[in-house]
């Protein structure tokens, strides 16, 4: 079984993070931190054209149909830039639940129309969930996806009222939602809306995990950088084993991490409902990846490390952010204890590639 990503799926990655690379500076970062709606409109416009926003939607809605393990690398990409626009979420999360929504046919002619239009970028659709109490750049959306018990609601923004929440990231515009559930917005409810929101869950977690990733080895390379031209007694200070010591255990997280986001995106695409255990798995260690990374690299920086001045603390703070959101550490090492304590679960070097293997081997055997 070859696990490794196609010519098609790595070029379009090098694509976008060559873009994101040139045009998501730090300068322009600062920059969107001052102004009003805190995006760029055209960084959003040529993420569109480059496809992203039809990259998860269905073929029958005008869009791509491709899938989360497309898609992941270019999430990694986008928290490797630090970029501030929430395409990643937009897509992964509401994208993946109204697509849902539509196999289960649910207000499909509405939520097709919604789709189409978000795949041509004239629409943009944010999702949140019980779990998070607030949601970013809401106020930016031209419809929420809302959470309410079991029942989820297809809201537009203009009949909601946003009150702005202040972030330790100062890049992200968090909004509090108020509003008034009815059955005229309610899409789903009892089990069919617990499995979507089950699958939410997964889909946000995976989205931050993806980013996570991003970030921790954007963080270390910006520590590298200045460890190879930061001068002490005459010497590089990345020449200190102490030196070179944090940025290797950072290297080692960040690697032990990669492989569980990959499997993680994989898992959800083909059962987003039943992939707690490598969601959990996934954002558990890419949350402790780039939280060590985040210390490290800043002590790497020595005092400068700690004051706004430094652009490093652009990915820290995007890091402590992303760490906590759609479930902190403590939530998914719960699903894990949970998943790993149930009677059914895939444990040994045996079920490496799952119970079908096992089955499909003793067939041939017999």
């Known amino acids: 079984m070859d696990f490794t990503f196609t010519e098609d799926q790595l070029a379009f990655r090098d694509t976008v993070q060559s873009m994101l690379d040139n045009e998501v500076t730090t300068p322009s970062i600062r920059a969107r931190w001052e ?21 998860l939607v269905p073929e029958s809605c005008g869009g791509l149909g491709m899938s989360l393990v497309d898609f992941v690398l270019l999430a990694e990409a986008c928290g490797k830039a630090a970029l501030p626009e929430t395409v990643v979420e937009d897509n992964v999360v509401a994208v993946g639940l109204l697509s849902d929504l539509l196999e289960a046919g649910v207000n499909s002619t509405q939520v097709e129309q919604l789709l189409g239009s978000i795949a041509e970028g004239s629409a943009r659709v944010g999702c949140t969930h019980m779990i998070n109490p607030y949601s970013n750049f ?15 609601h297809l809201v537009p923004s203009s009949e909601l009222t946003f009150t702005a929440m202040k972030s330790v990231d100062p890049s992200r515009r968090l909004q509090k939602i108020d ?97 707690d255990w490598a969601v959990s798995h996934a954002k558990t260690a890419a949350g402790s990846a780039a939280e060590l990374t985040a210390r490290n690299a800043t002590q790497v920086h020595g005092a400068m490390g700690y004051t706004w001045e430094c652009d490093l603390h652009i990915w820290v703070k995007r890091a402590w952010a992303l760490a906590r959101e759609w479930g902190d550490a403590g939530f998914h090492k719960n699903r894990i204890h949970e998943w790993l304590l149930q009677p059914n679960a895939l444990l040994g070097p045996e079920f490496t590639f799952g119970k079908r293997h096992i089955e499909t081997t003793e067939s041939a055997a017999a």
């Not at 009003?36 to 054209?49: D, I, K, P, Q, V």
């Not at 929420?144 to 018990?149: Q, S, W």
């Not at 255990?249 to 994989?266: G, L, M, S, T």
Request: include cysteine; proline fraction near 2%.
């Open 35 to 55: 102004s009003e709606s805190g995006e760029s409109e055209a960084m959003l416009n040529t993420l569109n054209e480059m496809g992203m926003n039809a990259l």
């Open 138 to 152: 809401a106020h930016r959306k031209d419809f929420m996806l809302l959470a309410n018990g079991n029942d989820i």
């Open 179 to 275: 509003w008034s559930p009815s059955r005229k917005t309610r899409v789903a409810d009892g089990e069919l809306g617990a499995g979507l929101l089950r699958a939410t869950i997964n889909r946000g977690a995976l989205a931050a995990s993806a980013q996570l990733l991003g970030l921790a080895q954007a963080m270390v390379q910006q520590a590298v950088d200045y460890a190879s031209t930061r001068e002490q007694f005459g010497k590089a200070i990345g020449t200190n084993q102490a030196v070179k010591h944090l940025m290797a255990d950072c290297a080692v997280q960040i690697e032990f991490a990669r492989p569980a986001v990959y499997r993680a995106a994989y898992t959800v695409s083909v059962a987003p409902q039943r992939a």
